[in-house]
């Protein structure tokens, strides 16, 4: 089939699309830190069940030792430091810039990729991954340009801490991805993608163990879990995100070169905007329609 690893990547974009929105809607509820653990809880109950019913065990036991150890180390270090780092970054420079910062994990995906993994990419590639990032740039800058004006907040004063939380989730989302394309490589070909993602889901969700007893946060998620519309949020969320959409992200690494997926999967600022449009009633100006359009065309040269 045409364009497999293509349409799988934008399914992905999709899942996290949802997701977004989910996560977003019971961290308003119940705040981001207990979302964080639940999200990966239920996560990891649905990982267990898909594999008994698909081949009667809950672990993959029949991995090998270089998978779990590659695999691992990209959960504890995609899902756990590099969540940490971004969330720290969200906070102290605002979503806008952090956002960006966080996009440019697609070209150091395809440098690392490039220079490491002997990834070969050519001149239209590279141009392709510029001009869809910089499209994803132009949507992020102006939403949160247009949401400044509308509340006459200022600009938010740029700290170096914060900056340097922002390219450690860069960097976190960015190597996270590149272990994981490691961890599933073998002389037979690419371990289940599933498989894979529950394994990082694992070695995060007991680094979140390890970092809320030390930071005593358990009783924020006891309040949380009181909460049935969180849950339910949340629930439907890790369906969507953590199980569905990042198992298709390894998925797509079966077909593309990692810096060709990694930028596939940085455009969810696109596919939000009809979200913004039909669910939240918002206004996209011509500047946010035209950064879809040249997110799109970098896309295009991706494919070609």
């Known amino acids: 089939m045409p364009y497999i690893g293509e349409l799988i990547a934008i399914a992905t974009v999709f899942c996290w699309t949802i997701s977004v929105q989910l996560f977003e809607a ?55 430091i590099g969540d940490i780092f971004l969330f720290k970054a969200l906070v102290e420079i605002g979503p806008r810039v952090a956002m960006l910062i966080y996009s440019l994990s697609a070209p150091t995906v395809a440098l690392i990729g490039w220079l490491f993994l002997d990834e070969i990419y050519v001149l239209h590639q590279w141009v392709g991954m510029f001009i869809a990032l910089l499209g994803v740039g132009i949507v992020i800058l102006e939403k949160n340009q247009k949401a ?64 809320f007893t030390i930071t005593g946060k358990w009783g924020k998620v006891k309040n949380a879990v009181k909460n049935t519309k969180a849950v339910l949020f949340t629930a439907i969320g890790s369906a969507v995100g953590p199980f569905l959409g990042v198992s298709l992200s390894l998925l797509v690494l079966h077909y593309l070169t990692t810096g060709v997926a990694s930028t596939f999967l940085s455009l969810v600022p696109i596919f939000i905007i009809p979200f913004s449009i039909f669910l939240y009633k918002e206004h996209v100006s011509i500047r946010g329609a035209g950064g879809a359009v040249t997110a799109v065309f970098g896309i295009y040269l991706l494919m070609m």
């Open 148 to 211: 400044s004006n509308s509340s006459k907040l200022k600009i938010r004063d740029l700290s170096l801490k914060g900056i340097l939380f922002g390219f450690g989730g860069m960097f976190g989302q960015a190597f996270g991805y590149i272990l994981s394309k490691i961890g599933m490589q073998t002389d037979f070909g690419y371990l289940d993608a599933f498989s894979s993602t529950q394994i990082r889901v694992i070695a995060a969700f007991f680094c979140f163990l390890i970092f």
């Open 26 to 80: 019971a961290s308003k509820k119940v705040g981001v830190t207990p979302v964080n653990i639940i999200r990966l809880a239920v996560a990891l109950i649905l990982f267990s069940l898909l594999l008994f019913f698909r081949h009667g065990y809950i672990l993959p036991v029949h991995f090998p030792a270089h998978a779990w150890f590659y695999l691992s180390l990209s959960g504890i270090i995609g899902f756990f």
